[in-house]
Structure formats: C-alpha cells, structure tokens
C-alpha cells in the first residue's frame, strides 16, 4: 500500500517570501501521479500543481513549483513570493492505480504580514 | 476542468435520524467516486469506493450499514448516514477521477445534535 507523509504541521513564511514544503512517500508501482491540493478555510480542495512520475521535469505553475525526486521518493512544493492568499492547509497526495487518492496528514501554512 | 457537485453543504439532523448526500458529476461521467471524511485540522481519510451498477467497496473499520452508498446512475452518488449519532459529525467530501486527476465536491459539514 502506498504511504505519504509530511513531516512540517504548520509552517510560517513572511509575506512576498519563499517557502517549501516537504513530502515524501512510498510506492512499488512505477508509473503514478502526484499532487499538491490547498484547502483554504472553506474547505474545497483546490489543485496547485500536479507531477506525473514518468516525466523528469519539475512541474511549474505560475509561483509554484515542485522538486520530484522519483529515486528518493520526494516531492516537496516551492512558494515564491508568498501572499495572504496562499494561507491554508496543504495536502501532498498520490494517486494510484485504483484511482484513489492518498494524502499526507497535511501542513497549516501561516503568511506573516 | 471537471465540475463535482455535492450536496446539502450543511446539514443538521437530530439522533437516531438518517441523512443523505448527493454527488454529482455535472459535465462527465463517472464510474466510480470516492468519499472522504475529514474531521477537524485532520486529513482527508478515504471511507468507499461507490461504483456505478455495483456494490461500493468500504475500507477497512467503516461500517457498511451505517454509511450506505448508492451508485445508480454514472452521474450520481449517494451516501447516506443511518441511525446518526453525534461521533457522525463531520466534514463529507466526495471526489471523482476522470481522467487521472481528482475532482472534489464542496463538502458537507453534518452536525449531529
């Protein structure tokens, strides 16, 4: 069965600042997808980035992007230039054959004013 | 993107009542569909697999006959909450993956009084 985990509970970055966020996780299958989901206060789940495991460059979108260590098993998430807005609950999450989805227990980003 | 419809977004019942949720898929169509229960500053934790003409498939320590799922249509599932207690409150979150990404309804929050 496959395991995500993140380490960081909360994290706090200053405004207009970079952060990044940890993930790793365990898998025996070789070919899988990864994500990145934000869960602001009213809790819809919304994707910020998403990996397929079979392409070797890092996606980007916009601030975000992502370091994908397929052979370490990573995959953490890069905010630049940090806003209020980016406030919310992360969750790192692998989707697998069965099409289930398995998240980490997530990280509570904080944005300091 | 995909759109996932969920609802009631709120919902109060008394105990010993039942309550239903509806998902659905507004512009594709879904096979399967997963739900989630998240309980505060928690994950998300996967409860079924709802699939469409078929029996869903429960993951292990959900109870079958307290939650029951319905798949009747390839654009609609249900899942309804027998017998509520207060444990039964929550935060519902049903999600679909048509084509190897995860989209989420609003949520349901149920407060069991």
């Known amino acids: 069965a496959q395991t995500v985990t993140q380490s960081q509970p909360e994290m706090s970055v200053q405004e207009a600042e970079t952060v990044t966020l940890s993930c790793t996780y365990d898998?025996?299958?070789?070919?899988?997808?990864l994500f990145w989901y934000k869960q602001p206060p009213s809790r819809q789940m919304i994707l910020v980035i998403r990996?397929?495991?079979?392409?070797?460059q890092n996606a980007t979108e916009n601030r975000f992007s992502v370091n994908f260590q397929k052979a370490a098993k990573s995959f953490s998430l890069k905010i630049s230039d940090s806003q209020l807005g980016d406030a919310a609950m992360y969750f790192c999450?692998?989707?697998?054959?069965?099409?289930?989805?398995?998240f980490g227990k997530g990280t509570r980003l904080h944005i300091l004013p | 993107g995909a759109v996932v419809s969920q609802h009631p977004s709120r919902v109060i019942c008394k105990s010993g009542t039942s309550v239903k949720i509806e998902c659905r898929s507004l512009?594709?169509?879904?096979?399967?569909m997963f739900w989630y229960r998240q309980f505060p500053k928690q994950s998300l934790m996967l409860m079924a697999t709802?699939?469409?003409?078929?029996?869903?498939?429960?993951e292990q320590g959900v109870e079958k006959d307290k939650f029951l799922i319905n798949h009747a249509s390839l654009t609609l599932s249900t899942l309804t909450v027998t017998s509520a207690h207060p444990e039964d409150s929550s935060f519902y979150i049903c999600?679909?993956?048509?084509?190897?990404?995860?989209?989420f309804g609003q949520g349901t929050r149920l407060t069991v009084v």
């Open positions: 999600s679909a993956v048509p084509w190897t990404e995860a989209f």
């Open positions: 990996q397929e495991a079979y392409k070797q």
């Open positions: 709802s699939n469409e003409g078929s029996k869903a498939t429960y």
């Open positions: 512009d594709f169509q879904a096979t399967t």
């Open positions: 999450a692998y989707l697998n054959r069965d099409d289930k989805i398995i």
């Open positions: 898998t025996s299958e070789s070919d899988y997808y």
